[in-house]
């Protein structure tokens, strides 16, 4: 008899044994609320579908230790990938790009920073 | 790990009277507290892509930051606090949330909205438990207790626990009745109003109506300074 | 949900379901199924008994658009009521708490009094 639940993935996770809940709302950070708008845009486009942003999300071998933002942008980058929507190369070169952005020192102000002003 | 900025747990007007307002709440986080994380820069250039490919524009991408920010998170409170005073549209609320919200000139998104009612006999609580699915053009982003594991995986089998851990203690002849959020439909709990507010206007209700109260974790208080 | 560029506007939160196999009241079982894949119905409720609570109508099936297909034809989805004692082996908390949620019909049978709840 086998002690793991038949196909039962990572997310469904209703009735596990967890701990105390933080009752705190932390909130969000900027780079989480434009990854959060960046996904209302392209589901709302049609461009992805929430069910596939779920279905990817759920294949994520580092869903549980993953933070909810860092799922849905795991998600949203595997879905861009299979749809050709960007390359594997367009993306790290990008990142790579991104990076040197934020090694900028402060007193030439990042882009970045201030694209992060509301 | 970084502070981040709360405006979720506030309530829309005014502010909680137990805190203390000299350090400033309302300023935006600083993003130069240390690099990003490496889902952060990930994130960022898959939109600096679409966008180069025009296939998001930063535009639309600004506008809906807008409208999670400022409009969403604003317009349970509205409705429910709508629904305290007028029983003719608690009843349509009750009957078709979507239709009902309509009404309000507040037109939801993908949300069909299915509003439960608490009342001495029974206490409503939501939760998605395989992913997070929240009412978002009617409450706003979810608080991040609401997509936590501890939260997801444990108020569906001990949910009077789980409500004593938010300061809800429930007698056992009321019935909890939790909605587990799976599939097409969302939810907003209608909490039961609170004695001594018969006299309040529809804004001073919202007040009150706060998103914890809406999801069904706490119920609504009238502080001596309300 | 509307499909991407639709133009009629969502006006309720329902939908027709036409000829929906189950009535409001109706004492229904989950599938004591466990395929790999994307499901909507979590894995704590498959096998349970409970009684059909409301129709909400009929809509795509996410099993197929989690894939990139149309999920149509449209199946039809209801919210189901359970006993959480009837959920949960040694359930705290008094016999009259429930918990509800959507299945889709094509998860449900009817309930022919026989427990095949899953054990995990």
Not at chain 1, 98 to 116: G, L, N
Not at chain 3, 5 to 27: E, I, K
């Amino acid at each position: 008899m086998s002690d793991k639940p038949v196909n039962k993935g990572p997310h469904d996770m209703g009735g596990e044994a967890a701990g105390p809940i933080d009752t705190t709302d932390h909130g969000m950070l900027f780079w989480e609320k434009q990854a959060n708008a960046l996904r209302s845009v392209l589901s709302r486009a049609g461009i992805v579908k929430v069910d596939e942003l779920r279905r990817a999300a759920e294949g994520l071998e580092q869903y549980g230790k993953l933070a909810y933002f860092e799922v849905t942008t795991s998600a949203l980058r595997v879905l861009l990938l299979e749809k050709g929507l960007v390359t594997e190369a367009e993306l790290e070169a990008k990142m790579a790009e991104i990076r040197r952005r934020f090694d900028v020192p402060d007193e030439m102000e990042s882009p970045i920073k201030r694209k992060a002003k509301p | 790990m970084t502070k981040s900025f709360d405006i979720y747990a506030k309530r829309p007007h005014g502010h909680d009277h137990d805190h203390d307002h000299d350090h400033d709440d309302h300023a935006p986080q600083s993003e130069t507290e240390g690099p990003p994380s490496e889902f952060e820069i990930m994130s960022r250039a898959m939109q600096e892509l679409l966008e180069a490919k025009g296939v998001v524009s930063a535009d639309q991408v600004r506008r809906r930051i807008e409208l999670f920010e400022e409009d969403f998170p604003y317009r349970g409170g509205r409705v429910v606090a709508h629904a305290w005073t007028d029983p003719a549209f608690r009843k349509r609320l009750l009957e078709d949330g979507r239709a009902a919200c309509s009404e309000m000139g507040i037109e939801l998104e993908a949300e069909r909205l299915i509003a439960v009612e608490n009342t001495p006999e029974v206490h409503n609580l939501i939760v998605c438990t395989l992913c997070s699915c929240y009412p978002r053009a009617l409450l706003g982003m979810p608080p991040t207790w609401y997509k936590s594991r501890n939260y997801r995986s444990r108020v569906v089998f001990e949910p009077r626990a789980v409500l004593r851990e938010f300061g809800t203690l429930l007698p056992d002849n009321v019935t909890v009745r939790v909605h587990d959020s799976n599939a097409d439909m969302r939810y907003v709990v209608i909490p039961m109003r609170p004695k001594g507010t018969e006299s309040w206007s529809e804004e001073r209700l919202a007040g009150i109506l706060t998103r914890d109260t809406l999801v069904g974790v706490t119920v609504p208080e009238v502080s001596p300074k309300e | 949900m509307t499909p991407a560029g639709g133009t009629s506007p969502m006006r309720s939160s329902y939908a027709p379901a036409p000829g929906h196999r189950y009535a409001v009241g109706d004492r229904v079982r989950v599938k004591s199924a466990f395929p790999p894949g994307h499901r909507r119905t979590p894995w704590y409720i498959r096998g349970k008994r409970g009684v059909i609570e409301r129709i909400c109508g009929a809509f795509p099936n996410p099993e197929e658009l989690a894939y990139g297909f149309d999920g149509e034809p449209a199946k039809v989805l209801y919210r189901v009521r359970f006993a959480q004692k009837h959920v949960w082996p040694g359930y705290q908390g008094p016999d009259h708490d429930v918990i509800e949620m959507e299945i889709f019909e094509h998860w449900l049978e009817p309930d022919d009094g026989v427990d095949r709840s899953a054990k995990s």
